[in-house]
């Protein structure tokens, strides 16, 4: 028996290279239940409720515990990955940020994952992207700070398109971000924002369906904003406008999990979180999270690219 536990983190999971966005780094369909086969012969796949009665009850996890995790609510675990988790009996959890679903609003990091995978040069579209800069008052000396700062590479990503996305995601001012994405969207993706979000995202009727089929649907925050660049008022209004969409579609809003959207937060987002009762927080460090000794709401998860596929 177990009280540490892996977590798995998924986002797109499709045909990718078939489709029309086949630079989007995603995880392909048939990856994905290679991966399942892995995790089946090597773990105990738990469904949330067990995780819930863990933590409230005390109680140990099966040997070799794993939970698998899929954000953003993208219309791929609708259509490929629901299907594979009912034909083996695996339950999983989902966590679609609010105005994804009810407003089919693209998300910032959608429309960015966009721009890159329509881009076969990295070197053109930094090159872009400063330039739009320095059209609109940014100097070439701030430009040069802000790489300094941001352009360092991950396990994932070129230092020069993690500062791509950073100043894309937060670092600009908002006004000036969604100018510029919008600018490199029409250059480089071609169609509209809200075309492509009606075909990326669930509607409330499939998210629904999720939970009529037993996979548990939490909150992802409602704008997908980075919470910890938000004061406390607009993190207030950011999870409540979540809970509330959660309430619409049924979705347990006691004992209730977060998933940190860029797996941002900081102490008044906590505090937060504790106020509304939620009792487990989830990030994006790559680590065992352990059920027993770290902080309930700052568990970490595995990326899939993580394990074997």
């Known amino acids: 028996m177990s009280k540490e536990l892996t977590i798995v983190m998924y986002h797109y999971v499709r045909p990718i290279l078939k ?49 698998l995790t899929f954000d953003d609510g993208y219309k791929d675990h609708f259509q490929y990955v629901l ?93 000036l971000r969604n100018k510029i994405v919008s600018v490199l969207f029409k250059k480089y993706v071609g169609i509209s924002e809200e075309e492509l979000s009606k075909k990326l995202y669930m509607n409330i009727d499939e998210v629904s369906t999720l939970i009529k089929n037993g996979m548990y649907v939490g909150s992802h925050g409602c704008m997908h904003h980075w919470l910890d660049r938000l004061n406390k008022d607009e993190q207030l209004l950011d999870i409540k406008n979540s809970l509330e969409f959660l309430e619409e579609i049924n979705a347990p809003t006691n004992n209730w999990i977060m998933n940190y959207p860029y797996g941002s937060y900081n102490s008044t987002t906590l505090s937060l979180l504790r106020k509304f009762g939620a009792l487990i927080g989830i990030t994006t460090e790559a680590k065992i999270a352990s059920i027993k000794t770290g902080n309930l709401l700052t568990l970490p998860r595995f990326d899939t690219n993580d394990f074997p596929q």
């Open 19 to 67: 489709s029309k966005y086949p630079g989007i780094k995603g995880l392909e369909i048939e990856k994905f239940k290679k991966q399942l086969d892995y995790f089946e012969e090597n773990y105990s796949i738990i469904n949330t409720e067990e995780l819930i009665e863990s933590v409230i009850k005390n109680k140990s996890l099966p040997h070799n515990p794993c939970w």
């Open 83 to 175: 299907p594979e988790l009912m034909k083996r009996k695996i339950t999983g959890a989902f966590f679609p940020p609010k105005v994804a679903i009810t407003e089919s609003k693209l998300l910032d990091v959608n429309s960015i994952h966009h721009i890159l995978s329509c881009n076969k040069s990295s070197k053109r579209l930094l090159k872009d992207l400063n330039n739009l800069c320095l059209e609109n008052g940014v100097s070439n000396e701030e430009l040069n700070l802000y790489y300094k700062k941001y352009g360092i590479a991950n396990r994932f990503d070129e230092a020069e398109i993690i500062y791509i996305k950073r100043m894309l995601q937060h670092v600009l001012p908002e006004k």
